[in-house]
């Protein structure tokens, strides 16, 4: 279709959305929201691509994927090859395509969405991922460099330490990663529900570094079973500190006692995983009849809202202080959630929580909000309005505003960490102890999968460097 229209042509074309199931059908699984284009529909898409020279979309990408190439080698119908391509700079472009807030990212910067709809860059990436695994039979194994007899420790199993394991073992390192959950993955896994990314593709990821010679150990929390000190002394000559960042931020509340009051990521944990991968002592949650009310607007209240429709909650509302343009999350998000029944309160914030004489969680008090100037974030700041105090009815409290480093203990004080709780780190990712790296959100706090990755790639870059000098 590209070699038939010309750029002014494109630019009018329609864009095809990927196949979406209906909310009535959707909320009664986990299973993934989004479906797969078929191959007709991912050339015809791809084709709106009008290859610019300099393309906005891969600058921003925090990869800088190689987006323009993949697009017109999908248009070509070439999908292995535009599938070789996106692999080339990301170690999970299947998991990218389905989660990266592209409205934010790639897609917002598309030149096609000046005036139409931007190119629908993730859900090509994971059509041409995902045909490449069926035709290849899995992920295609790359090229190992011959041993280099170095051994690095990875601690973390997130998107970060993954990265960077995977890209060390191909430069010939040996990599053994410690994770202190009952399997890998990080948030991935214990974090974002199956409706956005099924397990199984985390499995898949996996399964390939396992066959790559990555050695995962898991069940061990380095700084509390076993020290960095002790990683040297067992043999490792690098460490790479992949922690995360997933201490919450939670206010203090008068009524966060009550029973009923939980916070986000162990709610999202025991909702959206098998018993069998759950941390020991906990179980689902039944929502049937109850009341949520979730309390913030980034991707975890999201989830937390979207999971507790799932559960067959009565009513989910989401409480947040600022408007619905100055939310964080994905926009698209937003528009699922209300798609599946959640109800927003907009410029709210919750004061107190009050609770029953069996010390249940009953009602909120929330406060309205107007937005003043900008803050550091360039969002405009939430001003509390004065005598606009409400309450509504709510038994199941979600709080999820936000979260913090939670470093590995510091050691002698041998890291330097920010006043955030993150590791300090130089421009080749290496921390303040000399053969200790970090990235991903325990340097960062916490942010998302795509720059997890980055950081995970150049910390492997300095890593390797670092290993070739002593
Ligand atoms: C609910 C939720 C939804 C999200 N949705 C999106 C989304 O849609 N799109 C997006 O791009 N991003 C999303 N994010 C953000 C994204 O998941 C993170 O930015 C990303 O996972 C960070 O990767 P990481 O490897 O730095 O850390 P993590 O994924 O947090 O992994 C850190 C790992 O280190 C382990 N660990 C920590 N301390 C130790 C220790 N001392 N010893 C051993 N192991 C340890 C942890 O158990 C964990 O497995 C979401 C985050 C949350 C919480």
Not at 38 to 51: G, K, M, N, W
Not at 82 to 110: T, W
Request: net charge negative; glycine share 10%.
């Amino acid at each position: 279709m590209s070699e038939k229209l010309g750029k002014r042509e494109r630019l009018k074309l329609p864009r095809i959305n990927p196949p979406i199931r209906d909310p009535e059908e959707r909320i009664a699984d986990f299973r993934e929201v989004y479906l797969e284009y078929d191959a007709e529909a991912a050339i015809q898409e791809a084709s709106r691509c009008v290859e610019c020279k300099n393309p906005p979309c891969e600058r921003a990408c925090p990869l800088h994927n190689h987006i323009r190439d993949w697009l017109i080698l999908t248009a070509q119908g070439k999908f292995l090859e535009a599938a070789a391509l996106s692999q080339s700079l990301s170690n999970m472009p299947e998991v990218c395509g389905r989660i990266c807030p592209q409205d934010r990212l790639c897609e917002e910067a598309c030149i096609v969405g000046a005036k139409n709809q931007p190119v629908a860059i993730g859900a090509i990436e994971r059509f041409i991922n995902e045909y490449a695994f069926r035709e290849l039979g899995g992920i295609p194994m790359p090229q190992v460099a011959p041993s280099t007899g170095k051994q690095v420790a990875i601690v973390g199993a997130g998107p970060a330490g993954l990265a960077c394991a995977e890209e060390l073992r191909k430069m010939g390192h040996s990599v053994t990663v410690f994770e202190a959950l009952p399997t890998p993955g990080g948030l991935l896994v214990y974090g974002i529900p199956g409706f956005k990314l099924e397990k199984r593709v985390v499995e898949r990821r996996i399964e390939y570094l396992k066959k790559l010679g990555i050695e995962f150990i898991c069940h061990v929390k380095v700084g509390q079973d076993l020290s960095l000190q002790d990683l040297f002394d067992q043999g490792f000559h690098a460490i790479f500190l992949g922690t995360g960042a997933q201490r919450p931020k939670n206010p203090k509340l008068p009524g966060m006692e009550f029973k009923g009051v939980h916070e986000a990521l162990p709610f999202l944990i025991r909702n959206n995983l098998d018993e069998e991968e759950l941390p020991p002592g906990m179980g689902r949650d039944d929502l049937r009849g109850r009341k949520v009310a979730v309390f913030g607007g980034g991707d975890t209240a999201m989830d937390c809202l979207r999971t507790s429709v799932r559960l067959q909650a009565s009513k989910v509302v989401c409480v947040y202080r600022r408007d619905e343009e100055n939310m964080p999350g994905s926009r698209q998000e937003v528009k699922r959630a209300k798609e599946e029944g959640v109800e927003f309160h907009f410029l709210t914030t919750p004061v107190r929580f009050s609770g029953d004489e069996e010390g249940h969680v009953r009602k909120v008090e929330c406060l309205k909000m107007r937005l003043g100037e900008p803050d550091q974030s360039g969002r405009q700041s939430p001003i509390p309005i004065e005598g606009s105090h409400f309450e509504f009815e709510a038994d199941f409290i979600i709080l999820a505003f936000g979260f913090e480093g939670d470093p590995v203990p510091n050691e002698d004080g041998k890291l330097k960490l920010t006043k955030w709780g993150t590791y300090e780190v130089d421009e080749g990712k290496m921390t303040s102890w000399r053969g200790v790296f970090a990235g991903g959100d325990g340097v960062r706090g916490a942010d998302l999968l795509v720059t997890a990755l980055k950081d995970g790639r150049d910390a492997a870059v300095g890593i390797d460097r670092y290993l070739r000098s002593v």
